[in-house]
């Protein structure tokens, strides 16, 4: 009787299974070189070479080998501070409150310190440094835009930029922007300080009308500059809609008035004592930057404040 914890059937089969192993492989690699020779000899009275045939051979159990041998590459969980979204993000409609704005509301503690890597909706610099086009707007740029004949500007008048940023994680990428073709050429120098000075920014791409108008989630952070839209609260139009306006990381920086806080998740952000990436500070990068080609920041408001507005009017 074999006591307990006895492995020696274990090693048994493994022996037996060892030797199988190698009469197998001993067989199969018989039976390979006889199918080699008589290939050759086949070849041979065709009058072609043989080697291809080989060769063909070769190339299948390397093809499968590397198809094995490859495992998708896993999402990365961190890029330097910068983390994922949260799988919810825009996903959570807001009620709308009387005022026609959905209720302010504490920021997620996901939110608190936003620092979320950035999905390119264009291809990144390869050379990860800044680059900068400015051309005509494409029709189906256009097409996708807020833009219709209704808007107080022409299409003629409006240029599609394409501009570097840096991301929250660090790495470089390349955004894209409809402008009035009148501050096309300064908006280019604006974001190429900002990258140059390691400024972050979210995301930048253009905005549909479906888009704008869609109920808010109260945490978007899309940083753009034409949108074709009244004030908000008014009737006029807003200098967005003139493509002479950019709202910078609208989440880090955002617009209040009264209870009104837009987006509505980005309370924690309206303590501007504690500074952290993205937000747009006094004397600090971004206002310099948009104040080097003359632009004023809706920060310096005095009736509300509107963080995220930089504009060539003042308005």
């Known amino acids: 009787m074999r006591a307990p914890g006895d492995s020696s059937s274990a090693r048994h089969t493994v022996r037996l299974d060892g030797g199988l192993r190698r009469r197998v492989g001993a067989r199969a690699a018989g039976l390979l070189a006889v199918a080699v020779l008589l290939g050759s000899a086949a070849s041979g009275c065709a009058g072609t070479p043989a080697a291809p045939k080989a060769d063909k051979q070769a190339e299948t159990v390397t093809a499968s080998l590397t198809m094995r041998a490859a495992v998708p590459s896993p999402t990365p969980t961190r890029i330097g501070n910068a983390t994922p979204a949260p ?28 620092s979320i890597i950035t999905v390119d909706d264009l ?41 570097g940023f840096r991301g929250f994680d660090g790495r470089a990428h390349t955004g894209e922007l409809l402008a009035n073709a009148r501050v096309a050429d300064d908006l280019v120098t604006v974001f190429k300080r900002l990258f140059a000075a390691d400024f972050p920014i979210e995301r930048m791409r253009i905005s549909s009308a479906a888009e704008l108008n869609a109920p808010s989630t109260g945490d978007a952070n899309t940083t753009e500059v034409f949108a074709c839209r009244p004030v908000r609260g008014r009737k006029g139009w807003s200098q967005h809609a003139y493509g002479l306006a950019v709202d910078l990381n609208p989440f880090q920086n955002p617009y209040q008035k009264g209870k ?40 310096d408001y005095r009736s509300l404040k509107d963080y995220m507005h930089f504009s060539a009017t003042g308005g």
């Open 87 to 114: 799988s919810w993000l825009g996903t959570r409609v807001l009620p709308v409150g009387p005022q026609g704005y959905a209720a302010a509301r504490p920021t997620p503690p996901e939110l608190r310190n936003r």
């Open 123 to 163: 291809p990144p610099p390869a050379d990860g440094r800044f680059h900068a086009t400015v051309q005509a707007v494409p029709a189906d740029v256009l097409a996708r835009s807020s833009w219709t004949r209704k808007c107080p500007i022409a299409a003629a008048d409006l240029r599609y930029l394409t501009v």
């Open 260 to 299: 009104i806080v837009l987006p509505e998740l980005a309370t924690a952000y309206l303590d501007r004592a504690e500074t952290r990436p993205g937000m747009a500070q006094p004397r600090e990068q971004a206002v310099k930057a948009f104040a080097a080609i003359g632009w004023e920041w809706g920060g």
